[in-house]
Structure formats: C-alpha cells, structure tokens
C-alpha cells in the first residue's frame, strides 16, 4: 500500500481543494499518470500517481480542501484489478453484483501496461475519457520534445491534446462528444469556444468566417449556477481588498507607435527565423516600461507600514487571460532583457499559463505589472492595482488614425499613424499624479523614438 499525499505546490501554499478525481476506486493507475486535478490559490494543476497499482481508497472528496501532506488516496498492489471492469462499478449500482469476479481477474494484461507509462512524457497524451487507446497513445511520443508541440495532430485528432476541466464539464453539460470536435487552440486543442460551436450544430467553425451574417452563439451557461472556483476566490478577495485599502486612481497618454510598427515590418522574418516566434508590441511596452521603472523607482516600490521599500529589480508580471481566470506570471529582471528574451519568456509562460503548466512559484515576486487590454480590442481601461505593488500598466489596442505630425523644419500635417493609449493605476497613497505622469513620458518617449535597433537581440 502507498499514500498520495497532497505535494506542496508553492514557498506560500499551505491548502488546496481537490476539484475532480480522474481515477476511481478500483481503477489502474500508473506511474505519473495523471490522478487528481488539485486548485490552490495561486494555480490548478494534476497530481500525477507516485507508484503504479490499483486505487484502493480515496479519502478526500471533490470540492474538499485539505492541508499541505494530507494523505489523498491510497494506491494497492496492480495486480489485484484491472481498471476496466470496475469503471462500470463505480458509475452503476445495479452493476454491483459482478465485483466478485473483478476480484479474480488475471493480472497478466495488466503487467505489460505500467512499463509503458513509466516516462513522464506519457502524462499529457492520456485523456482520461478514451481508456480503450491509451496503450496505442503512450508509444506515440517517443521525443520527448513533442510533449509541448502537438501540432502535427489537429486534422480532428481532437484527443490529442490535454483538456481543461472546464472544456470538459461543459462539453459533458451539453452533450458533446469531445471526440468527434475539432480543436482550433494551439496544437489542435479543444477550447470553449469550440464545445460551444458543437452545441451549436456547426461542425467546422472555421467555415462560419465566410458567411456574410453570423448568428450569436448562446453560451452553455446561461440561466445556470456554480460554485466560484478557488482560483476565483482568492481573485475576488485580493481586488476588494486591494481598492478598500488602497487609493487608486489612472493616468493615460496617447503614444505614436508608427516606428515600431515599421521596424517590426522589417526584422519580422529574421526575428520569426531565430526566435520561433513572431516580434509583436508586447516586449516593446515590457521593456520602455521596465526601463522607465529604474528611473521611477517610486511606481516599483510597495508599503510596508510606515516604510516605503524600493524593489533592486524590475519583475515585471504581465496578465494572461485563461479559462479559469487571470492570471500573472512574473518576467524577472526585466530591464535586462533584450527583445528576443522578452518575446521568448512573454510567449513560454503565456502558453504553459493557459495550459495548466505553470510552477506556482513563477506567479509570485512580481513588483510591476502590465496588462494587454488591447489584445481584445479595448482602447483602454482602469486596470486595479493588486498590492502589495503600487502601480499597473494598461497597453490598448493599437490603431491607425490621423494625427497630427511635425517634421523638422516645424510644419504640421496629418496623417495616418498607428496610436495606442497607456493608462496607469496606481496607488495615490504612495504616487503621485505628477509622478505618475512624469513615468508615463519616459515610456511615451521611449516608444515614439523607437531606437531598438541595439535590443533586438538577432
């Protein structure tokens, strides 16, 4: 017999509430197969099995948030019972009368099974809903470099991929047979939108981008009700405790980005041809803000009572939108970073965010944050400030418009440009609007001169 115990998942995690059990009682798990989907206050992530066997008894139930080392499960010889008899077991009560013959089943198709998950690579290629394939699936990554990258699979292979339990909670509300829907996240990943457009009857919905008028598609949840999930919890705490002890207020400039925008044009292919991946505005606004903050080191400071403590780094977290919320992982020392390390760091942790990879201690230590609220069409926002920082950065949408220029010799004209609006929050307990304004100008100034041409990192 073996104890799962709940792991620490972070310096500051002390609980975590077990929100879904993947393996029953008398089902086969193998080593670093996936066991229970566990949400603490800074992240969600799966327990993997530490030993292979049979699931004699779990003892903390779903919705259930136990301390740190508490004991989940216990995990018997495997050889006493192979998984796929006792599934029906545990979901039928008149199916109970065969459990005497489960007990003698022959181990032998059991054996030659738990070698082949032995390699921790397995654990993202075997979904718990298609038990039948997963002999088939665990020989398939036999690189361990595919484990990230599933994009030779997203023709309609949509089990492919690892599936969010919210994805799967609604696909099983509404009916939809996860198998049979094509994914469009990255690397044929099944996302909400796509379990919505099932339930909707449309079977490709990419072929809805060409037909003229497009009917609103009614979300899965309306007229329901849930419980608030852990990770959203803890967010709603943190922001009303932020704007009850705090003075928040936001300050927005206007910045040109018209030479950012040329440049990336003209480095875009050998940026895309050594990174991986493509030069967008993001690193350009973490760096001229990470910048700025050495010289503002007010906006990168928090209170510690009566103290002011200014922070000797510029760990800059940037908001990524998830299914299960925002979350913030953390650049650290970001005013040392090039472009290419910014672009390279922003789109690794932005994937293993939104795909449940992320360490908890990657979430904590930030000093400064940024927010893309443009990424979804906005001008700008007021975003809140969560303590104990002092200040946040906003980045719109960046949009062509006319404005007025000035050339050398003094003449004005207008033009079409490329604008984006900046709005920073912060804590007027601390900084001030003139201070404030004095950090957005620098930034505003670094962008709009757009000398990069050293930062570029190629």
Same mark, same amino acid.
């Given at each position: 017999?073996?104890?799962?115990?709940?792991?620490?998942?972070?310096?500051?995690?002390?609980?975590?509430?077990?929100?879904?059990?993947?393996?029953?009682?008398?089902?086969?798990?193998?080593?670093?197969?996936?066991?229970?989907?566990?949400?603490?206050?800074?992240?969600?992530?799966?327990?993997?099995?530490?030993?292979?066997? *049979?699931?004699?008894?779990?003892?903390?139930?779903?919705?259930?948030?136990?301390?740190?080392?508490?004991?989940?499960?216990?995990?018997?010889?495997?050889?006493?019972?192979?998984?796929?008899?006792?599934?029906?077991?545990?979901?039928?009560?008149? =199916?109970?009368?065969?459990?005497?013959?489960?007990?003698?089943?022959?181990?032998?198709?059991?054996?030659?099974?738990?070698?082949?998950?032995?390699?921790?690579?397995?654990?993202?290629? @075997?979904?718990?809903?298609?038990?039948?394939?997963?002999?088939?699936?665990?020989?398939?990554?036999?690189?361990?470099?595919?484990?990230?990258?599933? %994009?030779?699979?997203?023709?309609?292979?949509?089990?492919?991929?690892?599936?969010?339990?919210? *994805?799967?909670?609604?696909?099983?509300?509404?009916?939809?047979?996860?198998?049979?829907?094509?994914?469009?996240?990255?690397?044929?990943?099944?996302?909400?939108?796509?379990?919505?457009?099932?339930?909707?009857?449309?079977?490709?919905? @990419?072929?809805?981008?060409? %037909?003229?008028?497009?009917?609103?598609?009614?979300?899965?949840?309306?007229?329901?009700?849930?419980?608030?999930?852990?990770?959203?919890?803890?967010?709603?705490?943190?922001?009303?405790?932020?704007?009850?002890?705090?003075?928040?207020?936001?300050?927005? $400039?206007?910045?040109?980005?018209?030479?950012? @925008?040329?440049?990336?044009?003209?480095?875009?292919?050998?940026?895309?041809?050594?990174?991986?991946?493509?030069?967008? #505005?993001?690193? #350009?606004?973490?760096?001229?803000?990470?910048?700025?903050?050495?010289?503002?080191?007010?906006?990168?400071?928090?209170?510690?009572?009566?103290?002011?403590?200014?922070?000797?780094?510029?760990?800059?977290? #940037?908001?990524?939108?998830?299914?299960?919320?925002?979350?913030?992982?953390?650049?650290?020392?970001?005013?040392?970073?090039?472009?290419?390390?910014?672009?390279?760091?922003?789109?690794?942790?932005? =994937?293993?965010?939104?795909?449940?990879?992320?360490?908890?201690?990657?979430?904590?230590?930030?000093?400064?944050?940024?927010?893309?609220?443009?990424?979804?069409?906005?001008?700008?926002?007021?975003?809140?400030?969560?303590?104990?920082?002092?200040?946040?950065?906003?980045?719109?949408?960046?949009?062509?418009?006319?404005?007025? $220029?000035?050339?050398?010799?003094?003449?004005?004209?207008?033009?079409?440009?490329?604008?984006?609006?900046?709005?920073?929050?912060?804590?007027?307990?601390?900084?001030?609007?003139?201070?404030?304004?004095?950090?957005? $100008?620098? $930034?505003?100034?670094?962008?709009?001169?757009?000398?990069?041409?050293?930062?570029?990192?190629?």
């Amino acid at each position: 017999m073996s104890e799962v115990t709940l792991p620490a998942l972070g310096e500051s995690v002390t609980e975590g509430t077990v929100t879904r059990w993947l393996k029953q009682v008398g089902e086969t798990v193998a080593v670093d197969e996936p066991l229970v989907e566990v949400s603490t206050d800074k992240v969600d992530t799966e327990i993997p099995s530490p030993v292979a066997g *049979v699931i004699q008894q779990i003892l903390v139930a779903e919705d259930e948030t136990v301390a740190v080392g508490a004991v989940l499960a216990i995990i018997g010889d495997g050889a006493a019972a192979p998984a796929a008899p006792a599934a029906p077991v545990a979901e039928s009560a008149p =199916a109970a009368a065969p459990v005497a013959p489960v007990v003698e089943a022959p181990a032998a198709p059991v054996a030659p099974q738990v070698p082949t998950f032995t390699t921790p690579v397995v654990t993202p290629v @075997a979904p718990a809903m298609a038990a039948p394939v997963t002999p088939a699936v665990a020989v398939a990554p036999a690189a361990p470099a595919v484990a990230v990258a599933p %994009a030779a699979i997203p023709a309609g292979a949509s089990d492919a991929g690892y599936v969010t339990p919210l *994805v799967r909670k609604l696909a099983n509300e509404s009916g939809v047979d996860l198998t049979a829907v094509a994914g469009t996240g990255v690397g044929g990943r099944i996302r909400k939108d796509d379990v919505l457009a099932a339930v909707g009857g449309s079977s490709a919905p @990419a072929a809805a981008a060409t %037909a003229a008028p497009v009917a609103v598609q009614a979300s899965a949840l309306r007229g329901t009700t849930e419980p608030m999930s852990r990770l959203r919890k803890v967010l709603a705490e943190r922001a009303v405790a932020s704007m009850v002890s705090t003075a928040q207020l936001t300050t927005v $400039v206007e910045v040109d980005v018209t030479k950012i @925008a040329q440049l990336r044009a003209k480095v875009q292919s050998n940026f895309v041809a050594k990174n991986g991946v493509k030069l967008n #505005f993001m690193p #350009f606004f973490a760096l001229a803000a990470a910048e700025a903050l050495k010289a503002h080191p007010k906006l990168n400071a928090s209170i510690e009572g009566d103290n002011i403590v200014y922070h000797p780094t510029e760990n800059i977290a #940037f908001a990524v939108d998830t299914e299960r919320g925002l979350l913030t992982p953390v650049i650290r020392d970001a005013s040392t970073l090039n472009l290419s390390q910014l672009a390279l760091q922003i789109a690794d942790m932005a =994937a293993r965010t939104r795909n449940n990879q992320l360490k908890p201690d990657e979430l904590g230590g930030g000093t400064f944050t940024l927010t893309n609220t443009g990424s979804r069409g906005a001008l700008f926002d007021t975003p809140v400030v969560f303590l104990p920082q002092v200040a946040i950065l906003g980045t719109g949408v960046v949009a062509k418009r006319p404005a007025v $220029v000035t050339d050398a010799d003094g003449n004005e004209s207008i033009a079409i440009r490329s604008m984006v609006y900046l709005a920073l929050s912060y804590d007027h307990r601390l900084v001030d609007g003139a201070d404030a304004s004095r950090y957005l $100008v620098d $930034v505003k100034t670094r962008l709009e001169d757009a000398n990069f041409g050293a930062n570029l990192g190629l």
